[in-house]
C-alpha cells in the first residue's frame, strides 16, 4: 500500500501550545500534501511541499520532508481550540491520486 | 466562490438496493476524484477523472461500482447491490489539472451512505 501513516493517531494539547503530526510512507513522491477534516466536515487543503523542498511554511503551519527517510512532520504552533480536527498527510506518485493516511485527531483544550 | 457540492449529504438503503452519489466539481477544474473515507479508516482512492482521458478506474473495490462523469463537469458514482461494508462517507475532489503543481484538491463534504 502507498497510504501514509500519521503518528500518533491521537493527540490532545492545551491552548496555546505547539502540536507536531508525523506521517510516514513508502514509496517515492512527487509531493506530499497536508489536510484538515473538521468533523462532519469536507477536507480543506492546507500546505504542498514538493519532493525537491525541505521545509515550508503557512502561517501557523510548518511542515518538513525527509525523503531519505520517507516522512513529513506537521507542527502547529500556538494552537487554538478551532484547529481541533483530523488532520490527514497525502502523498502523490506518478499518478495523480492522492494517498491519503489515517489521520491524527488533534484535540485542543481551551 | 462556489466550492464542490455533493448530493445527497446522507443516504440511508436497504442492502441490495442500488444507489448514486452525484458530485459538482469547482467550475472550470478538469481533474475530479472520488474517494471513500470509512468509519476510522484513511481515505480510499477509488476512480479519478481528467478531462476527456479514460478514467482511472484502478481503486474501484468491485464491478459494483462505476462512475460517470458527463460533460466534463458532475460525476456520478453508482453503487449497485449495496453492501453492509460498503457503509462510508464517499468524497468528491475537484483541482485546476492534473500536473503535479497544480494537483491541490478541493473537496466536497461528502455523502454519507448507510446501507441497513
Known amino acids: 500500500s502507498q497510504q501514509g501513516e500519521e503518528d500518533p493517531q491521537a493527540l490532545s494539547i492545551q491552548e496555546g501550545e505547539n502540536a507536531t503530526m508525523n506521517c510516514s510512507y513508502k514509496?517515492?513522491?512527487?509531493?506530499l500534501q497536508w489536510y484538515r477534516q473538521n468533523s462532519g466536515r469536507g477536507l480543506v487543503h492546507l500546505i504542498l511541499?514538493?519532493?525537491?523542498?525541505r521545509e515550508k511554511h503557512s502561517g501557523r503551519l510548518r511542515v518538513t520532508l525527509d525523503t531519505s527517510k520517507k516522512s513529513s512532520s506537521l507542527l502547529i504552533t500556538a494552537s487554538r481550540a478551532a484547529d481541533t480536527a483530523s488532520y490527514f498527510c497525502a502523498t502523490v506518485t506518478g499518478a495523480n491520486n492522492l494517498f491519503f493516511g489515517t489521520g491524527t485527531r488533534l484535540t485542543v483544550i481551551p | 466562490g462556489a466550492g464542490v457540492s455533493q448530493s445527497p449529504s446522507n443516504k440511508v438503503t436497504e442492502k441490495g438496493k442500488d444507489v448514486e452519489l452525484r458530485c459538482d466539481p469547482i467550475s472550470g477544474h478538469t481533474a475530479l476524484y472520488w474517494y471513500r473515507q470509512s468509519l476510522g479508516q484513511g481515505l480510499e482512492f477509488l476512480i479519478y477523472f481528467q478531462g476527456n482521458s479514460a478514467p482511472d478506474k484502478s481503486g474501484l473495490p468491485s464491478d459494483r461500482f462505476s462512475a460517470e462523469r458527463t460533460g466534463g463537469s458532475v460525476s456520478t458514482l453508482t453503487i449497485q447491490r449495496t453492501q453492509q461494508e460498503d457503509s462510508a462517507v464517499y468524497l468528491c475532489a475537484s483541482s485546476l489539472g492534473s500536473g503535479h503543481l497544480t494537483n491541490e484538491q478541493y473537496f466536497g463534504p461528502g455523502t454519507r451512505l448507510t446501507v441497513t
Open positions: 514509496t517515492s513522491i512527487n509531493n
Open positions: 511541499i514538493r519532493s525537491n523542498e
